[in-house]
Nanobody, 122 residues
Framework: QLQASGGGLVQAGGSLRLSCAAS????????MGWFRQAPGKEREFVAA????????FTADSVKGRFTISRDNTKNTLYLQMNSLKPEDTAVYYC?????????????????WGQGTQVTVSS
């Protein structure tokens, strides 16, 4: 129901835009978020957005470089990633939550995409 795309291989300092398309149901009334998981590490919070895009939250590690946004008319979530660093290398997952409040905790999300690989070379 959530399909993440847009990952790839990029050099340090480059940019990528991830997309998360919803199908089968609408997620326009749900808060959504992005998480990432690097090899050997736990899944970590990247960014989250309220159902109408009015509130956004980003992890300190990506603040000022990553921007989360959504287009509810297209049922799509985005993550614009600029000034990428090798430590941003991970599988990136999008998620949606059925409650109204935004959260940074992965266990509070109900729906997950399959992940898209982002690799940043130095």
């Amino acid at each position: 129901q959530l399909q993440a795309s847009g990952g790839g291989l990029v050099q340090a300092g480059g940019s990528l835009r991830l997309s998360c398309a919803a199908s089968g149901r609408t997620f326009s009334s749900y808060p959504m978020g992005w998480f990432r998981q690097a090899p050997g590490k736990e899944r970590e919070f990247v960014a989250a957005i309220s159902w109408n895009g009015g509130s956004t939250f980003t992890a300190d590690s990506v603040k000022g470089r990553f921007t989360i946004s959504r287009d509810n008319t297209k049922n799509t979530l985005y993550l614009q990633m600029n000034s990428l660093k090798p430590e941003d290398t991970a599988v990136y997952y999008c998620a949606a939550r059925q409650r109204t409040t935004v959260t940074m905790y992965s266990y509070e999300y109900d729906y997950w995409g399959q992940g898209t690989q982002v690799t940043v070379s130095s």
